[in-house]
């Protein structure tokens, strides 16, 4: 059974920093593009971040640009989304999500998700 699992959500202020990471069941983890969305509340998921099965290619949502940082470690099975400057309007639930081709920022596209992980940012 493929599992995805997020951790490292939490409370923080405004202009601060959390690290999401996410490790996944999925063998070879190296054959899967990952990426992140997330959803706010009465909101649709949106995407935030993708990154492709070696780390060549990275593609983020304007949103989140030069902010967010998405990398992984195949030898690890983890991807990992290090959030800096972080904005009220970030609060949401953050998904990892797998897809064996490369979907960017297609939802649709993603074969498997995590169960998500709150990150809360107060102003």
């Known amino acids: 059974q493929v599992q995805l699992v997020e951790s490292g959500g939490g409370l923080v202020q405004a202009g601060g920093s959390l690290r999401l990471s996410c490790e996944a069941s999925l063998r070879p983890f190296s054959s899967y593009a990952m990426g992140w969305f997330r959803q706010a509340p009465g909101k649709e998921r949106e995407f935030v971040a993708a990154i492709k099965w070696h780390g060549d290619s990275i593609y983020y949502a304007d949103s989140v640009k030069g902010r967010f940082t998405i990398s992984r470690d195949n030898a690890k099975n983890t991807v990992s989304l290090q959030m800096n400057s972080l904005k009220p309007e970030d609060t949401a639930v953050y998904y990892c999500?797998?897809?064996?081709?490369?979907?960017?920022?297609?939802?649709?596209?993603?074969?498997?998700w995590g169960q998500g992980t709150q990150v809360t940012v107060s102003s």
């Open positions: 999500a797998a897809s064996q081709i490369w979907p960017m920022a297609s939802a649709i596209r993603y074969d498997y």
